[in-house]
């Protein structure tokens, strides 16, 4: 099988990688309580970004893509995108009941946006090797969540003290800042169309 990867696809690896890699810095940080791997977390998630642009221009310049790169850039870009800055949520203290829900939801808005992306591709390219818009925001704006995830781990507003505090409603707990990731998930399942540059 790795044979057949052309080099773009290498990129879309180093894409999951750094999801990957992100995700474990959190679970240190779990464990640890230092600092620094939370923002490691959070620094891997914009090197992600830069192999996911990466990818495609290199599968463009080389006249290269297949339905498996496509397929695997969605995967990578689930772990990177979706779950690693749910991952960070979390780490940085939205752990009540009503946070994990909204947290899954934003997970499945971009696994679900990935999907309709890759279905309806071919339909939003209108012939041409490049997707004129995007339907819903893509999955990668996750990263100015995680940056200000990031933000507030600078300014030791983590755990008890993340900004906005906290609700409790029927003995749950829900932080207010958790609604900009149930805001994210449904701008990116949403049919706005976004101009791709």
Not at 33 to 39: A, D, P, R
Not at 151 to 178: D, K, M, N
Request: hydrophobic letters at 55%.
């Amino acid at each position: 099988m790795i044979r057949e990867f052309h080099l773009a696809d290498w990129f879309t690896l180093a894409n999951a990688v750094c999801g990957v890699g992100a995700l474990f810095s959190t679970m240190t940080y779990l464990q640890t309580q230092q600092v620094f791997h939370l923002y490691l977390a959070c620094g891997l998630v914009p090197v992600a970004l830069i192999f996911d642009v990466l990818d495609g221009r290199i599968a463009r310049w080389r006249q290269r893509s297949s339905a498996m790169g496509r397929e695997l850039d969605s995967l990578a870009d689930v772990i990177s995108f979706g779950v690693a800055p749910a991952a960070i949520a979390y780490a940085c203290g939205m752990q009540g009941l009503f946070d994990r829900i909204v947290l899954v939801f934003f997970v499945t808005c971009g696994v679900s946006r990935l999907a309709r992306y890759n279905v309806t591709a071919e339909e939003l390219s209108a012939g041409s090797d490049k997707v004129a818009y995007f339907e819903g925001t893509p999955i990668p704006t996750s990263l100015a969540l995680v940056a200000l995830l990031f933000a507030a781990a600078t300014q030791g507003a983590l755990g008890e003290r993340l900004w906005f505090g906290v609700i409790e409603i029927a003995g749950f707990r829900l932080h207010p800042l958790v609604m900009l990731f149930a805001a994210s998930g449904s701008l990116m399942i949403s049919r706005l169309r976004i101009p791709k540059i």
